[in-house]
């Protein structure tokens, strides 16, 4: 089965300081890979999408994720956080497999950002 | 543009009430999913409808009926809510491609005492 695997339930940094969140997937054919955001009391938002066509993928806020086949992975990072950025982020799957494929949700790393 | 529309917004039901969660898009998307979040455990998969006309089973469907009115709507109904189902519930919905992003709605929490 799919799935996808987020490393660390929190992460903390100082304002100013790289974002690293990991991700690693699992999956039997290339898969189609999504980070998403939460802000408190809000539902779910798009950061960004690993479609294949390209391996290095900017999305909104100064976010980008690197598809590694070779690592399984798709870590988000921003060079430097701000305090706007503290939220709950989610890596998802979806199989690149044909007909309908049902998104994967991994369980969630929260961002907490100092001053 | 409203995307995804759930209601209501809040919920306390006592054990074994009955309730429905509504949820309308109008983006005119093929696919729609109920993800319920709990902490620690991220978003987990309910119940889908791939197309109009059609529902399947996520991970978590046990306590749980849907139906897929029309393209728009897609309602969650809890026949005998328990607290084991104290969470917050999202609609969400996609185009259905491959390569597509779900899109979600601002959720409903629900609370069962």
């Known amino acids: ?115 | 543009n409203a995307g995804v529309t759930q209601t209501p917004k809040f919920q306390v039901l006592k054990t074994g009430q009955s309730m429905t969660l509504q949820c309308a898009q109008d983006m005119n998307h093929n696919s729609m999913y109920w993800y319920r979040q709990d902490p620690g455990m991220g978003l987990r998969l309910i119940y889908y409808s791939a197309s109009e006309g059609t529902t399947d089973k996520g991970e978590v469907p046990n306590g749980y009926n849907v139906s897929r009115l029309n393209k728009r709507e897609f309602s969650l109904r809890l026949e005998s809510a328990a607290p084991s189902q104290t969470s917050v519930y999202f609609c969400a919905s996609s185009e259905g491609g491959l390569n597509t992003e779900a899109f979600f709605g601002q959720g409903t929490r629900l609370t069962v005492v």
């Open chain 1, 1 to 115: 089965a799919q799935s996808v695997t987020q490393l660390g339930s929190h992460v903390s940094v100082s304002e100013g300081a790289l974002v690293l969140l990991r991700c690693n997937y699992s999956s039997s054919v290339p898969p189609y890979l999504f980070w998403y955001v939460q802000y408190p009391n809000q539902g779910l938002q798009l950061l960004l999408k690993y479609t294949s066509a390209a391996t290095l993928v900017k999305g909104i806020n100064g976010f980008e994720a690197e598809f590694k086949k070779s690592e399984t992975s798709f870590h988000l990072t921003k060079p430097s956080a701000h305090m706007s950025d503290a939220a709950e982020y989610f890596c998802a799957v979806r199989p690149g497999n044909t007909g309908f494929q049902k998104l994967v949700f991994g369980t969630g790393t929260r961002l907490l950002v100092s001053p």
